[in-house]
């Protein structure tokens, strides 16, 4: 059915990952980041599909919230732990949820292809 779509109607559709956090919130798991496709609440709400209902949902919660900037060759996992990981550890907090973002563009700079991310990382202190 994803064929049959049509380019514009696309932009309901966000390219999401989210990499999982340890047990007690101060490291990353040993996964990989799971990469999929969202959607936000409201459009869900609109379409008013019950296969919508079937997929996890990111709870609403304190977060921190950046942006990243990552070569195509970079792991994704290694760029968020050292760029923005660490950061929150040290500053005394934890991170009791998984870290989740959405690929805002893929642009081709240099002849090498650049990933900009939103990222959202949960925090407690």
Not at 10 to 28: N, P, Q, V
Request: net charge negative; hydrophobic share 40%.
């Amino acid at each position: 059915w994803f064929e049959s779509f049509e380019d514009s109607a696309i932009t309901f559709f966000d390219y999401l990952f989210t990499l999982r956090m340890s047990e007690d919130g101060k490291a990353l798991s040993d996964e990989l980041p799971t990469w999929g496709f969202g959607i936000e609440k409201r459009w869900a709400d609109a379409l008013r599909s019950k296969s919508l209902t079937l997929f996890p949902k990111f709870p609403s919660t304190r977060c921190v919230r950046t942006f990243i900037r990552l070569d195509v060759n970079e792991p994704v996992k290694d760029v968020i732990y050292i760029q923005i990981v660490l950061p929150i550890l040290e500053y005394g907090y934890t991170i009791p949820g998984d870290i989740w973002g959405n690929q805002v563009a893929f642009v081709e700079e240099g002849g090498q292809g650049t990933i900009y991310a939103e990222v959202w990382v949960p925090i407690a202190k």
